[in-house]
């Protein structure tokens, strides 16, 4: 739950104005001029916030509002944070409560958690054992050590393109085997109906480039 704030202004949130909202003595609550009941919540300490409010569907105009935690700026950007909210509303829109699965948060699994399960359960048993090492190295001893504490649901397109490029500063080849590796976690999580449909963080990265091996 995320506590409304009762000074408001309107602005189309984007990085420039999501920059520009200054703190002030008291909180304060920029909307979105586009998406509805997308906001981004500024603190006197400087903290900002994007949020979402909603009515439940069928609780109509007098129907009491609820607000809910879309992101911190800074591990999201307004982009994802944008999209994030856009689903969101399509839920309610649809009759889900994402609300109340938000309350469920702290029981979603973590980036550890599911990198098991999807080894134990997919990997191992339906890949060669050769195979298996690597995606074991990738996750494990690479990508895990980084992000495994972190919520699956949770992970932004930023965590792992940070990882990518941290571990591509000395190993390209394996940041970008690493990179192929989650996003066939992300599918696998998705298909177990772990993640939501079309949950894919580690798409659309741009790779490293790799020096072509010649033949002799």
């Given amino acids: 739950m995320v506590a409304p704030s009762t000074k408001t202004t309107n602005a189309r949130l984007i990085k420039r104005t999501v920059d520009a909202a200054t703190p002030q003595s008291e909180r304060y609550v920029v909307w979105d001029s586009e998406l509805k009941g997308?906001?981004?919540?500024?603190?006197?300490s400087g903290a900002k916030t994007f949020l979402v409010r909603h009515r439940p569907k069928g609780a109509g105009r007098t129907?009491?509002?609820r607000f809910m935690k879309v992101g911190r700026y800074g591990t999201v950007t307004p982009d994802e944070a944008r999209n994030r909210a856009r689903a969101m509303?399509?839920?309610?829109?649809?009759?889900?409560?994402p609300t109340g699965e938000q309350n469920k948060a702290r029981e979603a699994i973590t980036m550890a958690a599911l990198a098991k399960r999807y080894l134990d359960e997919e990997v191992t048993p339906k890949l060669k054992p050769g195979t298996t090492t690597l995606y074991s190295h990738y996750l494990r001893d690479l990508a895990v050590p980084e992000i495994g504490r972190l919520k699956a649901d949770a992970i932004t397109r930023s965590d792992i393109s940070k990882l990518h490029l941290n571990i591509g500063r000395t190993r390209p080849v394996a940041a970008n085997r690493v990179l192929a590796t989650l996003s066939a976690l992300f599918s696998y999580g998705a298909r177990q109906s772990i993640l939501p449909q079309g949950f894919n963080p580690a798409h659309g990265i741009g790779k490293f480039r790799e020096a072509a091996q010649g033949r002799f």
């Avoid at 997308?38 to 006197?44: A, K, N, T, Y």
């Avoid at 509303?89 to 409560?97: C, S």
Wanted: glycine share 32%.
């Fill in 89 to 97: 509303l399509g839920a309610v829109a649809g009759g889900g409560d």
């Fill in 63 to 65: 129907g009491a509002k």
């Fill in 38 to 44: 997308f906001g981004l919540r500024v603190e006197p």
